[in-house]
């Protein structure tokens, strides 16, 4: 069976000739191709991200583009007459997105071609395919997520937010705190499991493992009494963040065993991964039980090596790890953590579960 290929994040468009018939600076009332408008508000409903990339003058194609009713599906676009793929690659820094996740579309092949060059992890399309984008498999997931649908919403909000902390004075933890942010955490059902996959599939660099569990994996795990699956939403007074995280959770008599973490690069500089792991810790804490999380380094997930060795995870062996049978995936490893009782987050509050109340039956059993 063929591997499906990277879903795009981000496409990248130029302007003339591309996304309207004609040249700018030559025409001011040029106007779209057929079928471009539909294309970017499909692939916008799917999740997929839109900015530009295109050598203009920056005020007369920004109200072109209102003018037009596109200039909303864009998101930090690059107008200016500067090197194509410098703009492709800082589109994809400021969104925090791999350059394997961004794609460009220009009509030109010297500018595909430069872009090529300078970036080669991002995929070049002719403008003449534009109309074939929504076909192709790269833009096409196979589930559509409530989150998905308001991506570009949550983005937007995001600039916003990270807008009003330009202006702001105080220390980090003091403007987190004027967020009013709340993060929940709470068993999966079967509504969540789309975004839960969704999440192993989209996000690389807050990824323990990059192992990525199936819808029909996930579903059966749900009614599995050894196995949590939870998830994390948080909101703030901007909006609504979405699923930001997922765990996957497998408990033993005096070992819980974190086979998954990950969370959305969007929520790094909220601390949340730190919040989600102390609050896991406390939990094991509470029922007296090791901590044992799969990790596999790659280049992209320091962060959450970071994460996992400053909540004190590290590579002591310990006889609770006999029970666990090998590790999913090649190179994954395993830390180890004693669980101690942590304290509540300071800078929002968190709704969660009481894991260490329900553990299963066969638990109860080994400790009687």
């Excluded at 990248?12 to 700018?24: E, R, S, Y």
């Excluded at 460009?104 to 992890?121: G, K, M, Q, S, W």
């Excluded at 009013?180 to 975004?195: F, G, T, Y």
């Excluded at 196995?227 to 033993?252: C, I, K, S, W, Y």
Aim: include cysteine; proline fraction near 5%; glycine fraction near 6%.
């Amino acid at each position: 069976m063929a591997e499906k290929p990277t879903l795009v994040k981000c496409l990248v468009w130029d302007l003339d000739n591309t996304v309207w018939d004609g040249t700018l600076l030559e025409d001011p009332t040029v106007e779209l191709f057929p079928g471009i408008h539909d294309t970017i508000v499909e692939l916008d409903s799917r999740g997929v991200l839109h900015s530009v990339s295109s050598k203009n003058d920056h005020d007369l194609a920004w109200k072109r583009l209102e003018d037009l009713g596109l200039a909303e599906y864009f998101v930090h676009p690059q107008i200016g007459w500067g090197r194509k793929s410098d703009a492709v690659k800082l589109i994809a820094e400021r969104l925090n997105f791999a350059e394997t996740a961004v794609a460009f579309i220009d009509d030109l092949p010297t500018e595909r071609a430069e872009v090529n060059y300078h970036a080669p992890d991002i995929r070049c399309y002719p403008a003449e395919q534009a109309a074939e984008l929504t076909a192709l498999p790269e833009f096409s997931p196979e589930i559509v997520t409530v989150d998905a649908r308001r991506r570009r919403e949550m983005y937007q909000a995001s600039f916003r937010r990270d807008a009003e902390k330009d202006t702001f004075s105080g220390p980090d933890e003091e403007f987190l705190r004027t967020l009013d942010l709340v993060m929940e955490i709470k068993r999966a059902d079967q509504e969540d499991i789309s975004r839960v996959e969704e999440l192993t599939l989209r996000t690389s660099q807050m990824n323990a493992t990059g192992v990525h569990y199936s819808d029909a994996a996930l579903r059966a795990l749900l009614v599995d009494p050894d196995h949590e699956v939870l998830t994390v939403n948080l909101t703030d007074r901007f909006g609504p963040h979405g699923a930001v995280g997922v765990l996957l959770l497998e408990r033993h008599a005096d070992l819980w065993h974190l086979k998954l973490l990950a969370t959305s690069c969007r929520v790094v500089t909220f601390g949340a991964g730190a919040v989600i792991l102390n609050w896991l810790i406390d939990q094991a804490a509470r029922s007296g039980a090791h901590l044992v999380a799969d990790f596999r380094r790659t280049e992209r997930n320091r962060m959450m090596d970071i994460a996992y060795r400053f909540a004190g995870f590290a590579d002591d062996p310990c006889a609770c790890q006999a029970v666990l049978g090998e590790p999913a995936g090649e190179g994954v490893q395993r830390l180890h953590l004693v669980a101690d009782r942590r304290e509540g987050p300071t800078t929002m509050r968190l709704d969660s579960p009481e894991l260490a109340a329900a553990a299963p039956e066969k638990d109860a059993v080994a400790r009687g």
